[in-house]
């Protein structure tokens, strides 16, 4: 019989939100899979867990792969474990979970701590319709671009964000989405320094830019989705010229014509048309 691939969530900063299960499992199993095992060394050091750990990384990961399938192919069982909170979101282990499916061996998730689902449950933002986007584009031009494309989207938005960024996309997100679109920014989430802020994008460009200490540690922002209130400069263009096109033209050319005149994004000014035209059926 084959092993089993246990997805082990781990910490997220704070030791106690290990569960008891997760080391009940990472004690038991033959081999623990660690996106570094220095740091997850560390970690196991804390539990006394003195299981083997193999190094595990989606890049490279045929090989990997390999010494982990001719474990689990051999009886073993296995757990997967990133350096914090839930393996595969924005971590690695996507291919490896994939390839464990697809070939039937058995996967098992331990549930546990997520940086994006515990800002999301203290952000005081609408959570019955989210959406996780993981980290913007690093370069500005490429960071712009995925906001626009996201400017008409209605659920909650979820993005995990590096210190050292977290001021040009701050002020990005100010820019594309409007001064009043409300944020939460939660940092260092189950640590010492926890701090979670909220306010309008405007309210925390200022805050954060001026104030070193906003822009260290882990962090997450939480962005209300699209009310059908459109801000920026740029995007009230666009929603200027769309309503004039709409009211001659079928959506989806309105949507390419709107994007002719205003450089806008195809996809994303085809939403805000379809969002402009069901309110307009809806005040009918
Ligand atoms: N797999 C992890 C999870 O389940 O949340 C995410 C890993 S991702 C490589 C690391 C990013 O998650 C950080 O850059 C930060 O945006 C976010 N993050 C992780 N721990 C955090 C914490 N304690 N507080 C705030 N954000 C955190």
Known sequence: ??????????????????????????????????????????????????????????????????????????????????DAGTPLVSDPGYRLVRSARLKAYKVVPLPGACAAITALSAAGLPSDRF?????????????????????????????????????????????????????????????????????SLGELVLQVSSDPNQQKGEMVLVVRGFDGVVESAQAMEEQRVLSLLLADLPVKQAATLAAKITGGQRNALYKMALALKQDSQAGA
Do not use: W
């Not at 960071?143 to 701050?170: C, D, M, N, Q, S």
């Open 1 to 82: 019989m084959t092993g089993t691939l246990y997805v082990v969530a781990t910490p997220i900063g704070n030791m106690g939100d290990i569960s008891a299960r997760a080391i009940e499992v990472l004690t038991a199993v033959d081999l623990i899979a660690a996106e570094d095992t220095r740091h997850s060394g560390r970690l196991l050091g804390h539990f006394q867990i003195t299981t083997p750990l193999v190094a595990y990384h989606d890049h490279g990961a045929e090989a990997q792969g390999e010494r982990i399938f001719a474990a689990l192919d051999a009886g073993k069982d296995v757990a997967l474990i990133s």
């Open 131 to 199: 959406c996780f986007e993981g980290f913007l584009p690093a370069k500005q031009s490429q960071r712009r671009k995925a906001l626009e494309g996201l400017l008409t989207e209605t659920r909650t938005l979820i993005f995990y964000e590096a210190p050292h960024r977290i001021v040009a996309t701050l002020d990005d997100l100010c820019e594309v989405f409007g001064a009043a679109r409300e944020v939460t920014l939660a940092r260092e989430l189950s640590k010492t320094y926890e701090t979670i802020l909220s306010g």
